[in-house]
């Protein structure tokens, strides 16, 4: 079966984005390192 | 693993014509997902291995969950990170285990349990969120929030230290994972206050001098 490496980066998009929300939501990543935020994901 | 996320999120961005702003989110995405599952699965297989999965499980989400709300003092590279939280992760495990086996008085468990939480609401109230130079809290709702956020999860350990404190009987276990997860409370609410963050970042400054003398690199420098 051929994946379709449009809809696989997508669904790698997606979930990304939903993770960065997540930590943008909280004070800071669930671990000891914190890598610098992106600026659109800032609270202003 | 930042140059793999980095390297993975321009390829997304370049196939699906994102701009730089969606490229940047992937790649913070990607890196939280990778070092979380990187973490996880390197302290359970070590707990696992060493005969303390639970203890080590206990401790791992016990303070993770708990960060995620209060912030705290942060490791300066994900390598640096990752073998400062292992060696915390599995040597609070053993801890636990240990004072579970030297601790027979319910008296003297009683009196940890209340005093930890005691230690924990006070930091909260006076210290909470605790952000750093990389991910800035300025507004005054989003700290509020975590703030409250952080009494719900102190509130939901007491209340899961409470049930294992009446319910242990003689399950070593029982008692192990109450330690462990009060070990939790403590260790993170410690980092919090000024001794818990030079402790930390002292830590990471001497790991990073081991892994830039074996001939690593930081993260950082990339």
């Known amino acids: ?44 | 693993m930042e140059k793999l996320a980095n390297k993975i999120s321009i390829k997304i961005a370049s196939e699906l014509s994102y701009d730089k702003d969606k490229q940047e989110v992937i790649e913070y995405g990607l890196i939280a997902l990778f070092q979380t599952v990187l973490m996880v699965m390197v302290v359970l297989l070590l707990g696992l291995i060493l005969g303390i999965f639970v203890e080590a499980a206990v401790v791992c989400f016990g303070v993770s969950i708990l960060r995620k709300y209060s912030g705290g003092a942060h490791a300066s590279s994900i390598a640096s990170c990752t073998i400062l939280s292992t060696i915390l992760c599995i040597g609070f495990a053993f801890l636990g285990k240990w004072l579970a086996g030297i601790i027979q008085s319910d008296a003297i468990l009683l009196t940890v349990l209340v005093l930890t939480f005691m230690f924990a609401i006070v930091i909260v109230i006076m210290k909470v969120p605790v952000d750093s130079p990389n991910k800035p809290i300025k507004s005054v709702s989003k700290r509020r929030k975590l703030k409250i956020r952080t009494l719900i999860v102190i509130i939901f350990y007491l209340l899961v230290s409470a049930g294992l404190f009446f319910v242990r009987g003689n399950l070593d276990l029982a008692i192990s994972a109450l330690l462990c997860l009060l070990i939790s409370v403590i260790w993170q609410m410690g980092t919090l206050t000024g001794p818990g963050r030079f402790l930390i970042e002292g830590s990471d400054r001497l790991i990073y001098r081991i892994i830039t003398m074996k001939g690593g690199h930081n993260n950082n420098e990339n």
């Not at chain 1, 990304?16 to 943008?24: D, G, Q």
């Not at chain 1, 909280?26 to 609270?43: G, N, T, V």
């Open chain 1, 1 to 44: 079966m051929k994946i379709n490496m449009k809809s696989l980066y997508a669904s790698i998009a997606v979930a990304a984005t939903l993770i960065a929300a997540t930590v943008a939501t909280s004070a800071c990543m669930w671990f000891i390192y914190q890598p610098e935020e992106p600026k659109s994901l800032q609270d202003n």
